[in-house]
Nanobody
Framework: QVQLVESGGGLVQPGGSLRLSCAAS????????MAWYRQAPGKGRELVAA???????NYADSVKGRFTISRDNAKNTVYLQMNSLKPEDTAVYYC?????????????WGQGTLVTVSS
């Protein structure tokens, strides 16, 4: 089993910054894509940013230029640096990873960390 544990959420004022971390642990053979999703109150879960093992990245249009995703493959950890935060960024942020089990990649989710952007 592989587990993901997020940290770094909290309350921040508009225009502020936060850095989320997500560490994978357990029976890790290989992790392909690691990603951050978020779910705002009353809305569905949406992709925020993703990063492949080779470093290629993908961002939602709403966060481009403000958020940066990165990963440390040696530590099996993914980060999300969030700058110029807006009230509409308020959501529970979930970490997601595809890890190799046998000959297939399976998806695992973290428990989520709450980010609140408010004055």
């Amino acid at each position: 089993q592989v587990q993901l544990v997020e940290s770094g959420g909290g309350l921040v004022q508009p225009g502020g910054s936060l850095r989320l971390s997500c560490a994978a642990s357990g029976r890790i053979v290989s992790i392909n894509v690691m990603a951050w999703y978020r779910q705002a109150p009353g809305k569905g879960r949406e992709l925020v940013a993703a990063i492949a093992s080779g470093g290629s990245t993908n961002y939602a249009d709403s966060v481009k230029g403000r958020f940066t995703i990165s990963r440390d493959n040696a530590k099996n950890t993914v980060y999300l640096q969030m700058n110029s935060l807006k009230p509409e960024d308020t959501a529970v942020y979930y970490c997601n990873a595809d890890h190799l089990v046998g000959f297939q990649y399976l998806e695992v989710w973290g428990q989520g960390t709450l980010v609140t952007v408010s004055s």
